[in-house]
T-cell receptor, first 115, second 110 residues
Framework: GAVVSQHPSRVICKSGTSVKIECRSL??????MFWYRQFPKQSLMLMAT?????????EQGVEKDKFLINHASLTLSTLTVTSAHPEDSSFYIC???????????FGPGTRLLVL | GESVGLHLPTLSVQEGDNSIINCAYS??????FIWYKQESGKGPQFIID?????DKRQGQRVTVLLNKTVKHLSLQIAATQPGDSAVYFC?????????FGQGTELSVKP
């Protein structure tokens, strides 16, 4: 399967600041990557689909101006949480679809805590 | 969202016993299913997958069963070990997107 990394693994920030999370596909050129959010004891919720060279596709209810996604290269997608607030505190996970575009392989996740 | 659980079902088993984790899916048009294992503080890890033209698939110590009639998926883990303790999610591929089930927390007692 694909190997995906994320950075940072955890971040603590003050309310109102912006935080950037990087997701890298290490062994595959991913034209499509996916961003999820996971609250404690809950399932993964798809936030958006990141498309290399074009705009991301956001799921219903996800604010595109708050969660900025950039997929400028085939190996890197970034998620920027703008003007973060305590309710944005969550576990953010990215995934890529690997060669066969069905199975997704996930990064280790980024724990965001907004104070 | 589509698959948000307010609580996490739990399954507790004795080390060495077999575990069966169940999942119901909603869309009869889904044709590809995956089981993931998520350890605390980590991203989900692929375990095994199955297509809708199959009803059973086996891996190393794991078996996935698919019953399309009742839209039910199960994951069987043989000779469960302490390292199997984690949350297990099923996911269905729906138009290129993965829709996750609510998850089951497996606890293995030594």
């Amino acid at each position: 399967g694909a190997v995906v990394s994320q950075h940072p693994s955890r971040v603590i920030c003050k309310s109102g600041t912006s935080v950037k999370i990087e997701c890298r596909s290490l062994d595959f050129q991913a034209t499509t990557m996916f961003w999820y959010r996971q609250f404690p004891k809950q399932s993964l919720m798809l936030m958006a689909t990141s498309n290399e060279g074009s705009k991301a596709t956001y799921e219903q209810g996800v604010e595109k101006d708050k969660f900025l996604i950039n997929h400028a290269s085939l190996t890197l997608s970034t998620l920027t949480v703008t003007s973060a607030h305590p309710e944005d505190s969550s576990f953010y996970i990215c995934g890529d679809s690997g060669q066969f575009l069905e199975t997704q392989y996930f990064g280790p996740g980024t724990r965001l805590l907004v104070l | 969202g589509e698959s948000v659980g307010l609580h996490l079902p739990t399954l507790s088993v004795q080390e060495g016993d077999n575990s069966i984790i169940n999942c119901a899916y909603s869309n009869s048009a889904s044709d590809y299913f995956i089981w993931y294992k998520q350890e605390s503080g980590k991203g989900p890890q692929f375990i095994i997958d199955i297509r809708s033209n199959m009803d059973k698939r086996q891996g190393q110590r794991v078996t996935v069963l698919l019953n399309k009639t009742v839209k039910h998926l199960s994951l069987q883990i043989a000779a469960t070990q302490p390292g199997d303790s984690a949350v297990y999610f099923c996911a269905e591929n729906r138009g290129g997107k993965l829709i996750f089930g609510q998850g089951t927390e497996l606890s293995v007692k030594p």
